[in-house]
């Protein structure tokens, strides 16, 4: 059985009374949906940074890799 032939499945199981919340539900998922859609397509169009670190940002970022490296840092849960 298909996902899209179980979730038709469930929802014929569903009270009639339910279904608007059902409808409100994917059309939520619909619309974030789309928004990650844009979102990943405004990335992969991104134009390339072309500006030059400063002295002080490579510093800092071969700081902070050399921590990770090290083991140094807080995990995000």
Do not use: C, H, K, N
């Amino acid at each position: 059985m298909t996902t899209r032939e179980t979730l038709i499945r469930l929802i014929d199981q569903l009270p009639e009374g339910d279904l608007d919340i059902v409808e409100a539900f994917v059309e939520f998922l619909q619309q974030r949906v789309r928004s990650y859609d844009s979102m990943r397509r405004g990335l992969r169009t991104a134009p390339e940074d072309d500006e030059s670190s400063s002295v002080e940002e490579d510093l800092s970022a071969a700081e902070a890799w050399a921590e990770y490296l090290r083991g140094d840092f807080v995990p995000m849960r």
